[in-house]
């Protein structure tokens, strides 16, 4: 059938008319590899332990507060603040909701705040290996990363602490991912006072840990924290997110923020989320339990697995390479991730999911293992 349309032909957009190269992209932008996410394949049926997403499904509290704000009111703007998200936060973790701003996912956050404080030539920290996308904002904004590797036991090391004069924002996410692994608090404390600019602890697996940092936001107004619903709200797809800080600082964030950077499904869905701390607590237990089935089985099956307090576990074997296993598994349809840090080694990050989902990823490792 011919539908009439006109084909496609890509043209060049690099030449002036009188034929000279140029090319309009940012040098910054043209240089920079961009993020590669997880994978997420759309189509076949896929046992998905590779992107810490939550393996239940939300509160159902939660696409039915999705309906009812989708059948009243999609013709305004939504509200820009989300406030009613922000009141019903601030009640559950003890936070003034002046303290609270709101994102399309904590890399929205992310963003907002290297797009304000951080400019072109200045420095932004982070240790290694952590999460990648903290190399895309500092490229985005054509700053210089500084990545400073962990100790072997997943510390932070000397130079993390030293301050800088164009060092405009560190990083921590903690736990930390792949590890799974936290820094303690006072460790934080004296890290805000030594590089004295400001902290962002990157908080995504913070509730399936014992400690926060939330406390800290109070004791020194350079550190800030960030979490998201998207892995213990099982909220992926939802996309939100949200920062702890002190007023001063969600002011300024706000002039940098998109308008309406939370759409009025998301606010409303986030809301009804962290309304029900019932369904909250009950998936964090399950997920707890089967973390340690999940490091216990792996230990059995010979692989060093690093303690987690997130909802996965960062495993290796001594005997050999893990990236064949990792590629047997995705042929059988479990997907894990592979990671191979340049001076630090490879290992797989498995999350956490269902005891069905576990049990199957279980056995096919220990088929590949006695091969
Ligand atoms: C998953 C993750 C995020 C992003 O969370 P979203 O809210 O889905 O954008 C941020 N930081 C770390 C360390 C993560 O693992």
Not at 5 to 17: C, E, G, M, S, V
Not at 344 to 350: D, M, P, S, T
Request: glycine share 6%; proline share 6%; aromatic share 10%.
């Amino acid at each position: 059938m011919d539908l009439g349309l006109i084909p496609f032909t890509a043209k060049t957009f690099a030449a002036r008319n009188d034929g000279t190269d140029v090319n309009y992209f940012r040098p910054q932008i043209e240089q920079m590899d961009g993020y590669t996410p997880g994978e997420q394949p759309q189509t076949g049926k896929f046992i998905k332990l590779n992107t810490n997403e939550n393996p239940y499904p939300p509160s159902p509290a939660v696409p039915a507060a999705i309906m009812r704000a989708a059948e009243s009111g999609l013709q305004r703007y939504p509200d820009p603040l989300a406030t009613a998200f922000r009141l019903r936060a601030g009640e559950v973790l003890g936070v003034d909701p002046e303290w609270i701003l709101c994102g399309n996912g904590s890399d929205d956050i992310l963003t907002i705040l290297t797009r304000a404080l951080v400019g072109d030539g200045q420095w932004l920290r982070f240790p290694s290996p952590s999460y990648v996308l903290y190399q895309t904002l500092a490229d985005l904004q054509g700053a210089a990363a500084e990545q400073v590797a962990f100790s072997a036991d997943w510390q932070l090391t000397e130079a993390f602490y030293q301050g800088r004069d164009d060092l405009r924002l560190v990083l921590l996410p903690n736990p930390n991912s792949p590890s799974g692994t936290l820094i303690e608090a006072d460790a934080i404390l004296d890290l805000a006072q030594r590089v004295d600019c400001p902290v962002l602890i990157d908080e995504a697996y913070v509730d399936f840990s014992e400690q926060s940092c939330l406390p800290l936001v109070q004791q020194d107004p350079r550190i800030m924290v960030c979490r998201t619903l998207s892995k213990s709200y099982g909220l992926a797809g939802l996309r939100f997110g949200f920062l702890v800080a002190q007023p001063v600082m969600i002011d300024a964030l706000r002039k940098v923020k998109d308008s309406y950077n939370c759409d009025a499904l998301s606010i409303a869905g986030a809301t009804a989320a962290i309304d029900d701390q019932a369904w909250f607590a009950d998936n964090r237990q399950k997920i707890l339990t089967t973390r340690s089935h999940l490091a216990g089985e792996l230990r059995r099956l010979g692989y060093e697995v690093i303690d987690s307090s997130a909802n996965f576990v960062w495993c290796y074997r001594h005997d050999q390479s893990v990236e064949q296993i990792y590629r047997r598994l995705k042929e059988q349809r479990v997907l894990i991730r592979y990671m191979n840090y340049p001076g630090w080694g490879e290992g797989l990050r498995i999350s956490v999911g269902t005891d069905e989902q576990i049990a199957v990823c279980l056995q096919l490792l220990a088929d590949v293992v006695v091969d």
